[in-house]
């Protein structure tokens, strides 16, 4: 099991940077909140005391205060949301959201890469007949959802307000693109020509369907018809006409298209269930912070609320809770779930990601290795 742990150092740092890079994200530390200048405050009248303090739920106020006007939190999320009455809600919408926008962030990216593969094969044909229209189906559609994403994010709340509306569900906004791309709703609207720009974008990604489904059998015959002509020019009279005839049987366009139909078929539903298989980000991380959560508050909160009154006491029990919580953090979280998370992220990896770009065809992988080098793979 050490040694286990010792081959997977590098892994295990980089996964450690990156939770310290999310905790300053989310302003905490094993859902301990850091404060490192709220934007809200609470207002003086309502005695508001925090829930991790005491233990106890705080009277909470139906409003809080503005301190700056003109100021937005400059990184992470504001800690005014930590201990909020609606907290979860604000960052089960953060998180769902975020999980797309990382998730068509990185399908893209694959898609760029077998472009390359492309141009490094020679394969110019992949080039226009699947690598162009699966970026604009995707941009069209996801990286369109993305987009609504951002200026969902990016419109201030005044703005919603001033139109006398709610800010618009970007799922109901996905759904009507399909069902009424010209008739756009007003709750169902985020800015003023998206009723222009929805149905282009719709007729593009349907247009390039039949481009992935036919461009390249069809290149390719023609392709194959015009070497067939050239064919007893080279070879003369009838021996070539017949040498050209067997290789005319050897291309087989049916199995052509119907291999090229899979690969659509699969590309494309595999854009919306790539899509929504992202979402496990979401989901482990709202179940890792709900833990910590419970951890914190079940384990050393209550222990240490236990021995109010009694500083002895007090101590004692914060030695007990925190070594409670310690243990239970170790081997829950910083091992199980960083363990389940890994295993997530690995199949988003093989699955959503290298699916775009990876054929499993060419030479076998072998692990960098010294002795390898230097005694040769024969003397290992």
Sequence with gaps: MIQTTYDGRYMLLLMGLFSMYTGLLYNECFSVALDFGSNWKFPASTNYIPANLNGSTPHLPQFMVRIDENRAY??????????????????????????????????????????????????????????????????????????????????????????????????????????????????????????VLQPILLIIAVLCVPVMLLAKPLYLRHKHQQNMQRIPTLDGGDHGHGHGHGHEEEFDFSEIFVKQAIHTIEYVLGAISNTASYLRLWALSLA??????????????????????????????????????AGVTFGVLLVMESLSAFLHALRLHWVEFMNKFYKGDGYMFTPFAYSRILLGPDDE
């Design 288 to 325: 890792h912070s709900e833990l910590s959560i419970v951890f914190w508050e079940q384990l050393f909160m209550t222990l240490y609320a236990m021995g109010s009154g009694n500083l002895a006491a007090q101590v004692f029990l914060a030695w007990i809770g925190f070594g409670a919580w």
């Design 74 to 195: 400059e990184f992470g999320v504001d800690p005014a949301w930590n201990g909020s009455p609606n907290a979860l809600s604000y960052y089960n919408s953060l998180k769902m959201k975020l999980a797309i926008v990382l998730g068509v962030a990185q399908m893209v990216v694959g898609i760029c890469l077998s472009a390359f593969n492309a141009v490094y094969f020679g394969h110019i044909v992949d080039i226009w007949a699947e690598f162009i229209p699966q970026i604009l189906f995707m941009l069209c559609l996801f990286g369109y959802l993305v987009f609504l994403i951002l200026l969902k994010w990016a419109t201030p709340v005044p703005y919603w307000a001033a139109h006398n509306m709610d800010p618009p569900f970007l799922l109901n906004v996905m759904i009507q693109m399909f069902l009424s791309p010209v008739n756009l709703q007003k709750e169902n609207t985020l800015f003023a020509q998206q009723h």
